[in-house]
C-alpha cells in the first residue's frame, strides 16, 4: 500500500511539473511573482520613446535578472534617457535615470500559482533633476516594496496564458513623495512562439507632489525567436494626459547547471513611465 502510495504522488508530481515546463515556454512578462532558477539569468535590452505636443523622451533601458537560489532572483535595472521640452525653450537633458536593484523571493511551492516578496533601491546617478524639462526625475534614494502574484493557465494544445498583478509601495528618503504602483498584465499565446500582452501600469503620489499621478495601457506582441531569445514591439497609450510610446525589447536567457524543473522561469519587463 505505502508502495502504491508513494507511486501515485510521484506520478501526480510529474504531472504537475510537465504543466509547468509547459507554461514556463509562454512566460515571457512583466517580473510578476515568478523566479529565476538558480544559475540561470534573464537579460532584457529596450529602447522606448514617449511623445506628447511639446515633451519628447527616449530610453535605453538594460535588465538583469539571476537566480541566486530556485526561490530567490538578484534584480538589476539601468536606463539611460534623453528629454526635451519645447515648452521650456526646447530644454534637453540626458543621463542614467535612476537605478535600481534588488531581490524577489518567491514564498509559495504551487504550481501554477507564483507569489512573492520584492525589495528594490533606488539610487539617482547622473540624471540632473534641476535640468530635468520633464520634472519627472527624482533624485532622492528610495526603497520599493512590492508583492507580485502570477498565474499561468492553457488555452489550447501547445498554447498557454499567464496574468500578473502587482502592489507596490516606493518611500523616497527626501522631498520625494512616496508612491503607490499598481501593475498588471495578461498575456495568451496566439501561436506556439508568438503571443499577445496587455498591461496596466499606475503610479499614484500619497502627498502633495511637483508631479501628477500617471497611469497607461499598453500591449505588444512577442515571437519567440527560440528557447532563449524573444523579440517584442509595442506601445503604450498615456490614460492620464496626451501623449503615448512605442517599445522595441530584445530578451535573451541563459545559464549553468540543471534547469530547476519546479520553478517557472518568467523574463520580466517592467512597463517604464516616461
Known amino acids: 500500500m505505502g508502495f502504491r502510495v508513494k507511486h501515485l504522488k ?97 514564498f509559495n511551492r504551487d504550481p501554477y500559482w507564483a507569489t512573492a516578496l520584492q525589495a528594490n533601491i533606488i539610487v539617482p546617478l547622473g540624471y540632473d533633476a534641476d535640468d530635468d524639462p520633464s520634472g519627472a526625475g527624482n533624485q532622492d534614494v528610495g526603497l520599493e516594496v512590492s508583492l507580485p502574484v502570477s498565474r499561468g493557465f492553457q488555452v489550447g494544445k501547445q498554447r498557454f496564458g499567464y496574468g500578473t498583478v502587482e502592489v507596490g509601495y516606493r518611500d523616497y528618503f527626501g522631498s520625494s513623495s512616496d508612491e503607490l504602483r499598481l501593475t498588471g498584465e495578461l498575456s495568451v499565446d496566439i501561436l506556439r512562439r508568438f503571443a499577445l500582452a496587455t498591461q496596466f501600469y499606475g503610479i499614484y503620489r500619497l502627498r502633495e507632489s511637483d508631479n501628477e499621478d500617471f497611469s497607461k495601457i499598453g500591449g505588444q506582441m512577442r515571437w519567440g525567436a527560440n528557447d532563449n531569445l524573444t523579440l517584442s514591439v509595442g506601445g503604450f497609450k498615456n490614460l492620464t494626459e496626451f501623449g503615448g510610446s512605442f517599445e522595441a525589447q530584445i530578451w535573451y536567457t541563459f545559464g549553468a547547471g540543471k534547469k530547476a524543473e519546479s520553478e517557472t522561469p518568467a523574463p520580466p519587463t517592467e512597463p517604464k513611465s516616461p
Open 10 to 106: 510521484g506520478a501526480i508530481a510529474t504531472v504537475l511539473l510537465s504543466g509547468v515546463c509547459a507554461i514556463a515556454e509562454s512566460l515571457p512578462s512583466l517580473a510578476g511573482g515568478f523566479t529565476q532558477p538558480k544559475n540561470f539569468n534573464f537579460t532584457s535590452l529596450s529602447y522606448s520613446n514617449f511623445d506628447t505636443d511639446t515633451f519628447h523622451k527616449q530610453e535605453i533601458q538594460f535588465y538583469l535578472e539571476h537566480g541566486l537560489q530556485d526561490n530567490l532572483t538578484f534584480i538589476f535595472k539601468s536606463p539611460f534617457a534623453w528629454s526635451k521640452n519645447d515648452d521650456r525653450g526646447g530644454d534637453e537633458n540626458s543621463g542614467f535615470a535612476p537605478q535600481e536593484t534588488g531581490i524577489r523571493w518567491r
